[in-house]
């Protein structure tokens, strides 16, 4: 057996999925051995879901105001910790999936939070995606919020479905969709 080089080291034991196809050693990066690709465990075996969302707020008094009482989120539990807050809201049809309000300048560096702080206030976080069995009701009670600002009204969209896009009272981007 030829020695492995140093900068990649080889497997004694590859594990294969399947119907996986024997590779030479020069792909491993080591001459002379004949192997077999790692694949990794089959997918289909293993189950895998959304359980957090977080979404970094400026005001979580505010934000807590529009999500629960506006959209109707239920809070699920609320964290005090140096000084910041960590506010959990679940939806009546998907309580298993959490929304985690949270400050940018929780939890981490002043110099991480800054620059999620200054993202948050230039609205370029990602957007947060909702579904309602009622557009217009609750695109009407969201574009009414304090601190709202709408951005499109809902319309029939080229890929298929009809929302409309907003912003939180702390400049997030989301759009909600008919059901």
Same mark, same amino acid.
């Given at each position: 057996?030829?020695?492995?080089?140093?900068?990649?080291?080889?497997?004694?034991?590859?594990?294969?999925?399947?119907?996986?196809?024997?590779?030479?050693?020069?792909?491993?990066?080591?001459?002379?051995?004949?192997?077999?690709?790692?694949?990794?465990?089959?997918?289909?075996?293993?189950?895998?879901?959304?359980?957090?969302? *977080?979404?970094?707020? &400026? =005001?979580? @008094? +505010?934000?807590?105001?529009?999500?629960?009482?506006?959209? %109707?989120?239920? #809070?699920?539990?609320?964290?005090?910790?140096?000084?910041?807050?960590?506010?959990?809201?679940?939806?009546?049809?998907?309580?298993?999936?959490?929304?985690?309000?949270?400050?940018?300048?929780?939890?981490?560096?002043?110099?991480?939070?800054?620059?999620?702080?200054?993202?948050?206030?230039?609205?370029?976080?990602?957007?947060? *995606?909702?579904?309602? &069995? =009622?557009? @217009? +009701?609750?695109?009407?009670?969201?574009?009414?919020?304090? %601190?709202?600002? #709408?951005?499109?009204?809902?319309?029939?969209?080229?890929?298929?479905?009809?929302?409309?896009?907003?912003?939180?009272?702390?400049?997030?981007?989301?759009?909600?969709?008919?059901?």
């Amino acid at each position: 057996m030829s020695p492995v080089p140093p900068t990649r080291a080889v497997p004694d034991h590859v594990y294969v999925a399947a119907g996986a196809r024997p590779v030479s050693r020069e792909r491993w990066g080591a001459p002379g051995l004949r192997g077999i690709r790692r694949t990794g465990p089959s997918i289909g075996r293993m189950t895998v879901s959304i359980s957090a969302v *977080h979404v970094f707020v &400026d =005001d979580p @008094d +505010a934000a807590l105001v529009f999500y629960r009482d506006t959209l %109707g989120l239920t #809070v699920r539990n609320e964290v005090e910790h140096d000084g910041f807050r960590w506010i959990t809201l679940t939806t009546k049809s998907q309580p298993e999936i959490q929304i985690v309000l949270s400050q940018p300048h929780a939890g981490r560096s002043k110099e991480d939070g800054d620059t999620l702080a200054a993202l948050l206030a230039k609205g370029e976080l990602r957007p947060l *995606h909702f579904r309602s &069995d =009622d557009l @217009d +009701a609750t695109f009407e009670a969201v574009a009414g919020a304090a %601190g709202a600002e #709408v951005l499109q009204e809902p319309a029939s969209q080229p890929w298929g479905v009809r929302d409309g896009a907003v912003r939180d009272p702390a400049g997030n981007f989301f759009r909600i969709e008919q059901a």
